[in-house]
């Protein structure tokens, strides 16, 4: 007897324009619905932005489905972390011409997993494994970003959140992944913005792949976690300047003799002094709770760089 089927919960797909869509995947762990997702091109050329964890893909599948895409041309990927790579398996698996586009530094861990796999759960705890596996990919499916180029469809390296992140523009549509850090909307307010500078971390490498975006002059963003805005630019140097103040926060905290320990003191004044922080308290209290997680991971981004750069001027 076959063991009853699980009911997938039906994703959110949003149309953006010139068979553009997002697709916002629902999750079962607290506090990450409206966090992951992916974007779709359904024109020519077919292309997905990130296939989001293998925990989501039948969300994914489904999404595909009610848009009737039978093709891809390309899968793109920002950066191999399981939220972002987690269902290449599955779906280069179901569109077997399509090319995996991908900095080649990560080829290696898409052809093993083993130790992405490991480092995950290392670094992230539960949440690592509540992304679910990755499959191994057939090293045939593999195309160089640093290589890539289909007009108007180009890749740029973009290394800082992670060493082989690379992001993609679309005409005037910007793909960041998270170059451009995190942006959460609010509906008519100011959108709340964190970096996502994990270690390691290098701030002139992240700021020199800010200005590598911003000179390729995008009118629209479309984030990694999760959401087209306009100004582009404007975007782009906001988080450019969120990072110098960060910078400079980080920098005068480490200097004060204090009895509570250095993140959480900087988690409380940067809560304060950075104005894209501000909707943190508005946030729902699993979603304040998981931004808190990444927000200390982004803290010790910084500080484990400015312990780098003290040891080695």
């Known amino acids: 007897m076959s063991p009853p089927s699980i009911s997938q919960p039906a994703p959110q797909i949003m149309e953006l324009g010139d068979r553009l869509f997002q697709i916002t995947f629902f999750s079962a762990f607290p506090g990450f619905d409206d966090f992951i997702g992916v974007y779709l091109h359904a024109g020519s050329p077919a292309f997905l932005v990130d296939v989001g964890p293998s925990v989501t893909v039948a969300q994914l599948f489904r999404a595909m489905d009610r848009l009737s895409v039978r093709r891809l041309d390309y899968i793109l ?30 080829f290696p861990h898409l052809l093993d997993p083993t130790r992405l796999l490991r ?65 959460l909307p609010f509906a008519s307010t100011a959108p709340y913005l964190r970096p996502a500078t994990p270690p ?54 480490s200097r004060r003799m204090e009895n509570e320990e250095l993140p959480k003191r900087l988690l409380k004044r940067l809560l304060t002094a950075d104005s894209f922080l501000s909707k943190f308290f508005d946030l729902p209290p699993d979603v ?18 400015l312990e780098t750069f003290a040891d080695n001027p």
Not at 77 to 92: P, W
């Open 119 to 183: 480092g995950t759960v290392k670094t992230l705890g539960d949440i690592g494994k509540a992304y679910g596996p990755i499959q191994p990919l057939d090293e045939k499916r593999l195309a160089d970003a640093i290589q890539f180029d289909a007009h108007p469809l180009c890749a740029i390296p973009t290394p800082g959140h992670a060493p082989h992140h690379v992001s993609y523009l679309f005409g005037s549509t910007l793909f960041a992944g998270e170059a451009g850090g995190v942006c």
């Open 77 to 106: 990927l920002t950066h191999i972390h399981l939220d972002h790579a987690g269902a290449v398996g599955e779906v280069s698996a179901r569109f077997p011409m399509a090319k995996v586009v991908c900095h080649p530094s990560a």
């Open 200 to 253: 390691r971390f290098f701030l002139k490498t992240t700021i020199d792949s800010i200005d590598a975006l911003i000179a390729a002059d995008p009118s629209h963003i479309c984030y990694g976690h999760i959401g087209r805005r306009e100004d582009a630019r404007g975007m782009l140097e906001a988080h450019r300047r969120q990072l110098l103040l960060w910078s400079r926060i980080v920098d005068e905290e």
């Open 288 to 305: 304040r709770k998981r931004e808190t997680f990444f927000l200390m991971n982004s803290i010790s981004g910084f500080v484990e760089a």
